[in-house]
């Protein structure tokens, strides 16, 4: 069995196990190989990834509600405080990895237009993450570094893919985000949104075909869209592609 394959297959196993951070280790083998990835292996890399930085994701968002809940300087505030800046270095830590393979393994290798658009999609997500919870200098190179990687996507997923792709929208679908979460603007988000669901929805309309996966991420740009027009939000988070493990 060739070692690539090898590889794969251990990923594939751990996914089953659960072992998630086994999973990271098998893909960052296979990107460090070099090699222009398969659907397949691009999957696996993503997947393992996200289940890594989703949880502690959830874990920060769990620890600044609680936070926000105490007066400032009273002990338990404090306690917490010390415990979300572990939890910061921990994101820190796998966004930096997954940016730093991204950059010297997966985008000069990617040759297709699909793999183009996935890698400068993921490259822009780990910057949304790092921007949701770093300050000052920190919060803005993060954003502006967010905002270059999905704009380069877009421009390519424009000439490269159709309308109503998987990756093209769920490139809109995680860019809207940005624009709502990271960069305060419903407007710009709102645009975005309204524009890729008008245009995967005129090209499904004239297709014979099914878009079964593209479906879904119009499903959840429409409910964004919803949420972000509606004067009533209640504080709702907004849906990126984290329940699309293709995305």
């Given at each position: 069995?060739?070692?690539?394959?090898?590889?794969?297959?251990?990923?594939?196993?751990?996914?089953?196990?659960?072992?998630?951070?086994?999973?990271?280790e098998f893909m960052k083998t296979l990107a460090r190989m070099d090699v222009d990835m398969s659907?397949?292996?691009?999957?696996?890399?993503?997947?393992?990834?996200?289940?890594?930085?989703?949880?502690?994701?959830?874990?920060?968002?769990?620890?600044?509600?609680?936070?926000?809940?105490?007066?400032?300087?009273?002990?338990?505030?404090?306690?917490?405080?010390?415990?979300?800046?572990?939890?910061?270095?921990?994101?820190?830590?796998?966004?930096?990895?997954?940016?730093?393979?991204?950059?010297?393994?997966?985008?000069?290798?990617?040759?297709?237009?699909?793999?183009?658009?996935?890698?400068?999609?993921?490259?822009?997500?780990?910057?949304?993450?790092?921007?949701?919870?770093?300050?000052?200098?920190?919060?803005?190179?993060?954003?502006?570094?967010?905002?270059?990687?999905?704009?380069?996507?877009?421009?390519?997923?424009?000439?490269?893919?159709?309308?109503?792709?998987?990756?093209?929208?769920?490139?809109?679908?995680?860019?809207?985000?940005?624009?709502?979460?990271?960069?305060?603007?419903?407007?710009?988000?709102?645009?975005?949104?309204?524009?890729?669901?008008?245009?995967?929805?005129?090209?499904?309309?004239?297709?014979?075909?099914?878009?079964?996966?593209?479906?879904?991420?119009?499903?959840?740009?429409?409910?964004?869209?919803?949420?972000?027009?509606?004067?009533?939000?209640?504080?709702?988070?907004?849906?990126?592609?984290d329940v699309v493990m293709e995305g």
């Amino acid at each position: 069995m060739k070692e690539r394959e090898k590889v794969v297959r251990l990923a594939k196993l751990a996914e089953q196990a659960e072992r998630y951070d086994d999973m990271v280790e098998f893909m960052k083998t296979l990107a460090r190989m070099d090699v222009d990835m398969s659907a397949e292996e691009r999957l696996l890399f993503s997947v393992g990834f996200k289940k890594t930085i989703g949880a502690k994701r959830a874990s920060w968002r769990i620890l600044e509600s609680l936070e926000q809940k105490v007066t400032a300087g009273e002990q338990p505030g404090v306690t917490i405080n010390g415990y979300k800046k572990k939890v910061e270095d921990e994101l820190r830590a796998v966004c930096n990895e997954v940016l730093s393979i991204i950059a010297i393994h997966c985008l000069p290798l990617a040759n297709s237009g699909e793999n183009v658009v996935f890698f400068y999609k993921m490259k822009g997500d780990y910057y949304r993450y790092l921007a949701e919870f770093s300050t000052g200098t920190e919060k803005k190179a993060a954003t502006d570094q967010s905002l270059m990687a999905y704009q380069h996507a877009m421009v390519v997923a424009s000439s490269e893919l159709s309308p109503a792709h998987q990756f093209r929208l769920g490139l809109a679908l995680n860019f809207s985000v940005f624009f709502y979460e990271i960069m305060n603007s419903p407007e710009r988000a709102s645009q975005v949104a309204k524009q890729a669901l008008d245009e995967a929805t005129a090209e499904i309309n004239s297709a014979v075909e099914g878009y079964k996966d593209s479906m879904l991420m119009m499903q959840l740009l429409k409910e964004n869209l919803a949420l972000w027009t509606s004067e009533l939000t209640g504080g709702e988070t907004s849906k990126d592609d984290d329940v699309v493990m293709e995305g």
